[in-house]
């Protein structure tokens, strides 16, 4: 398992050297070489808040379960973000604006540490995962109608390669591959998945 030292500086410093290696971006389509991209194909930029919490014993990663009646990925768990917005000046805007909206944390709480390359999604998002400490509690406040439940998982749980699997199923008559990365009852897969091993692997380096 991947160890992750206890004081808050030297985990920051591990997350800051991770983000700056070098490294190309992924997508949902990395496991499927048979997908021909058009390249002419227009992406809607989009931030997503990695949010470490490191008030706990050990540090955690805020994730969030989307409302089952939701018309787009009903039920599956994601990271606090959207689209960016023409009054967000940068992914990372829209990403705060977005966990403001979706689980009421303070924008100004999140100390934002960098990114990682972006990932492209099978919906056309260009998406641009943010990654932030979150030093101290806040009042969780999941938004009526989008987020139905707001947890955590430790941070080493999603930093060790072991937890990751290869899955499948069927899209659109086609299919396809993804990863997953399980968490009692939380079944973390497809593009967070993908991102989050991103992380995972720049840490191992």
């Keep these: ?64 379960k989307r409302s089952s009646a939701l018309k787009h ?14 009054a967000d000046a940068t992914v990372a805007d829209a990403a705060l604006r977005e966990a403001w909206e979706e689980i009421g944390l303070p924008r100004e709480l999140p100390r934002i540490l960098g990114s990682l390359p972006q990932h492209e999604t099978v919906t056309g998002f260009q998406v641009t995962p943010v990654v932030a400490l979150i030093d101290r509690p806040f009042e969780i406040r999941p938004e009526a109608g989008e987020v139905a439940e707001v947890f955590s998982v430790p941070l080493s749980h999603l930093l060790d390669p072991g937890n990751y699997q290869v899955q499948s199923r069927r899209w ?34």
């Design 1 to 64: 398992m991947t160890q992750i030292r206890a004081t808050v500086p030297d985990l920051e410093q591990q997350l800051t050297a991770a983000l700056g290696a070098v490294g190309d971006g992924s997508s949902d389509f990395d496991l499927n070489p048979d997908v021909t991209l058009p390249a002419d194909r227009k992406l809607r930029p989009a931030g997503v808040l990695v949010a470490v919490s490191t008030y706990q014993e050990a540090p955690q990663v805020i994730l969030t």
């Design 73 to 86: 990925h009903p039920g599956q768990i994601a990271f606090a973000g959207g689209k960016q917005d023409a």
């Design 172 to 205: 659109r008559g086609v299919r396809r591959h993804y990863f997953a990365v399980p968490y009692g009852p939380y079944y973390i897969w497809g593009a967070t998945a993908r991102m989050l091993r991103g992380l995972a692997e720049r840490m191992q380096r």
